[in-house]
């Protein structure tokens, strides 16, 4: 099983985009992906979620610990996609005190993987 993991901002304003990135570690870096409805989405370079869902969502948002004012205004989505051969997957997050730190929400996906 392996889960990729994003934030989009939706609505966030395209002409802020660099500003964002700027803003962000530089672990992260910002997809303009505005003409398809997501806004500004934010993806960790360093891909290496673990196989626990959980470690991998706290993990990236540790991250991004200290820009909650710079996050929360935009409608965050949370999006998790998980991979997996069995194609159910079952995880609990111990917490949602980081989502709402964020003001996001989490949307979970789950494909067969490519495997």
């Not at 673990?50 to 990236?60: L, M």
């Amino acid at each position: 099983m392996s889960a990729d993991i994003e934030l989009a901002l939706i609505g966030f304003p395209e002409r802020e985009l660099p500003s964002l990135e700027n803003s962000l570690p530089s672990r992260y870096v910002v997809e303009n992906r505005t003409s398809s409805g997501w806004g500004a989405v934010i993806r960790a370079t360093d891909e290496n979620h673990s196989e626990e869902v959980d470690a991998s969502i706290g993990d990236f948002l540790a991250g991004l610990e200290g820009l909650e004012n710079l996050i929360s205004p935009h409608n965050g989505v949370l999006r998790v996609a998980i991979y997996n051969d069995k194609i159910s997957c079952t995880f609990r997050l111990q917490s949602f005190e980081q989502l709402s730190k964020f003001g996001v929400v989490l949307e979970i996906s789950v494909y067969p993987s490519a495997d």
